[in-house]
């Protein structure tokens, strides 16, 4: 795998990885009460959603990956 698909890989976990911590704890804090807006709340869906479709679209256009691989990847990045 070349160096910049590495980084491409990184830096789409890196996005899934804060949205995913962003959004559990917009979560948490509605259910506790903690008051939280909207719009982070929406933002918090939005960067988790896109982190989700780069990875899958990353993974099918991945021509030196077999499936196995690439199904690893997947399961790696959830």
């Not at 491409?8 to 917009?26: C, D, E, P, R």
Request: charged share 10%; no cysteine; aromatic share 14%.
């Amino acid at each position: 795998m070349l160096l910049n698909e590495k980084g491409y890989y990184f830096a789409v976990l890196a996005l899934g990885l804060y949205s995913a911590i962003s959004l559990q704890k917009t979560i948490r804090d509605r259910a506790e009460g903690i008051p939280t807006t909207n719009l982070y709340y929406l933002i918090s869906w939005a960067a988790l959603a896109v982190s989700i479709f780069l990875i899958a679209v990353g993974l099918m256009n991945a021509g030196g990956l077999s499936l196995s691989e690439k199904g690893f990847y997947m399961m790696a990045f959830t």
